[in-house]
């Protein structure tokens, strides 16, 4: 996806065109006129019998030959010749050279492996059908499931290769939940890994097909960012990659999101102090009761998660400084203990009399005992 720019950029360049034909609200040009161009431009020939009859359905064009289209099979644009009928030539016309797309080469499928096979035989709700979110910790649980059953390398290598498959990114990027082994839904996926999945899938798309893939996927991130109720700066800044291509698209997909939000966020405040319920409030912005309803939902559920999420960030904050400082008091005061017994070691050392102050004083304490 080396050529993805954001979708400010002309985009023409990856629309296919089509081939100029002839239709049938063509105007024929001065002295072009003929049966074949324009089959009402005569009146048939006067020659004394009674026009046959036309033949088959009503309503049927009659067929100028076996293929429908006209007195020359050849002609047809869009409009099936001057028979109405419209054989296999005509129709929309054969496309013009170098207009056709491009196929890729066919390529056998890979063989898929033994223990995803196995995993699609005895867990069918996850592994047998459409992919769906794993639930992390999934690998634990299959090994809790079915003791004995799967070689707990090979399980990991199994589980690598799925949830590196394209199908399982396009599931993750789909914004579905992840769920576990009984295919209940269990928890949201993060943000991260629905964006990343997102970006890697049409880098793989655009690889595969050549396809432009700028304004789709700008499209998706756009509904991403807007599904996870953060704020565009916060949302750009924790998606930012080193893949520079994708991230111009993020910024003017983030861009347009801010000037979104701020909308919002102005018209919820003009409700809020209108007083007015939902729809009189619509009816005097001339909104859609239900459009105006989602606006404000969305509205006051974004300025409610960006409100939780700087209180889980303050206290994260507030518990990362309260463990520091415990962890300062124990460092001081495992170095006062040190210190103190540093200070005992000295105490005993000098208060303890030498060998040789202690041989010197035995005899001047017998010495009066003898006399």
Do not use: F, K, V, Y
């Given at each position: 996806m080396s050529?993805?720019?954001?979708?400010?950029?002309?985009?023409?360049?990856?629309?296919?065109?089509?081939?100029?034909?002839?239709?049938?609200?063509?105007?024929?040009?001065?002295?072009?006129?003929?049966?074949?161009?324009?089959?009402?431009?005569?009146?048939?020939a006067d020659t004394g019998r009674a026009p046959r009859p036309r033949t088959g359905k009503p309503g049927q064009a009659r067929a100028g030959g076996r293929n429908g289209g006209g007195r020359n099979r050849n002609e047809g644009g869009n409009g099936g010749g001057h028979g109405g009928g419209g054989g296999h030539r005509g129709g929309q016309g054969r496309p013009a050279q170098g207009q056709r797309p491009a196929r890729a080469p066919y390529s056998p499928p890979a063989p898929q492996h033994p223990v995803l096979a196995k995993l699609a035989e005895i867990e069918a709700t996850l592994f047998g059908g459409d992919a769906l979110p794993l639930k992390r910790g999934i690998f634990q649980d299959l090994m809790v499931a079915h003791p004995g059953v799967f070689d707990k390398d090979e399980l990991k290598s199994a589980l690598a290769l799925y949830t590196r498959s394209t199908r399982y990114l396009i599931a993750l990027a789909s914004g579905q939940p992840r769920h576990d082994l009984s295919g209940q839904p269990v928890e949201a996926v993060a943000p991260e890994h629905r964006y990343h999945a997102l970006v890697e899938t049409f880098r793989r798309r655009h690889a595969r097909t050549g396809e432009d893939v700028r304004q789709k996927l700008y499209e998706r991130i756009l509904q991403a960012a807007e599904d996870s109720l953060l704020a565009p700066g916060d949302y750009a800044t924790q998606m930012r990659s080193k893949d520079e291509a994708a991230n111009e698209i993020l910024d003017a997909a983030m861009a347009e999101l801010g000037s979104r939000v701020a909308r919002e966020e102005a018209l919820l405040r003009a409700f809020d102090a209108s007083g007015q319920s939902v729809n009189g409030f619509a009816d005097a912005y001339g909104l859609h009761p239900i459009e105006?309803?989602?606006?404000?939902?969305?509205?006051?559920?974004?300025?409610?998660?960006?409100?939780?999420?700087?209180?889980?960030?303050?206290?994260q904050a507030a518990q990362a400084a309260t463990e520091a400082a415990a962890q300062a008091e124990t460092t001081e005061a495992e170095a006062d203990d040190g210190n103190t017994a540093d200070e005992a070691d000295t105490t005993a050392e000098a208060a303890a009399p030498s060998e040789d102050s202690a041989d010197s004083a035995e005899p001047e304490q017998a010495a009066p005992s003898a006399a």
């Open positions: 050529d993805i720019a954001p979708h400010t950029a002309d985009l023409s360049s990856a629309m296919p065109t089509t081939a100029a034909a002839g239709t049938a609200s063509e105007a024929p040009q001065p002295g072009n006129e003929s049966a074949t161009d324009t089959p009402s431009a005569a009146a048939p105006a309803a989602a606006t404000l939902t969305r509205a006051r559920n974004r300025a409610a998660a960006i409100a939780q999420a700087a209180a889980a960030a303050e206290a």
